[in-house]
């Protein structure tokens, strides 16, 4: 069973960074484009950041460039999402997601995490 599990969520002062880590498993997701995406309280959810399989392309949405980095860990089926800077914002939950193709849309993506929350005070 396919199963992605993000971590590293929590409450930090606006300026503060953070870093968000997924585990995915049960399936070969080291092949996959390993995604983050968003979603505030009456908001839609919205693309963050991806990397593709190899870890040689990222993308940003325009909000978090510059102050956002994706990586990947060696073993491929692990993303992080490293936030500095942060702004209340950014206030969120975050979620980690995986897509057979590299994308900002929120359709391309089949596998879903269940979340976790980011919360920046001002």
């Known amino acids: 069973q396919e199963q992605l599990v993000e971590s590293g969520g929590g409450l930090v002062q606006a300026g503060g960074s953070l870093r968000l880590s997924c585990t995915a498993s049960g399936r070969a997701f080291g092949s996959y484009v390993l995604g983050w995406f968003r979603q505030a309280p009456g908001k839609e959810r919205e693309f963050v950041a991806a990397i593709n399989w190899s870890g040689t392309s990222t993308y940003y949405a325009d909000s978090v460039k510059g102050r956002g980095t994706i990586s990947r860990g060696s073993a491929k089926n692990t993303v992080y999402l490293q936030m500095n800077s942060l702004k209340p914002e950014d206030t969120a939950t975050y979620y980690c997601?995986?897509?057979?193709?590299?994308?900002?849309?929120?359709?391309?993506?089949?596998?879903w995490g269940q979340g976790t929350q980011v919360t920046v005070s001002s």
């Open positions: 997601a995986a897509s057979e193709t590299p994308s900002q849309s929120r359709s391309d993506y089949n596998y």
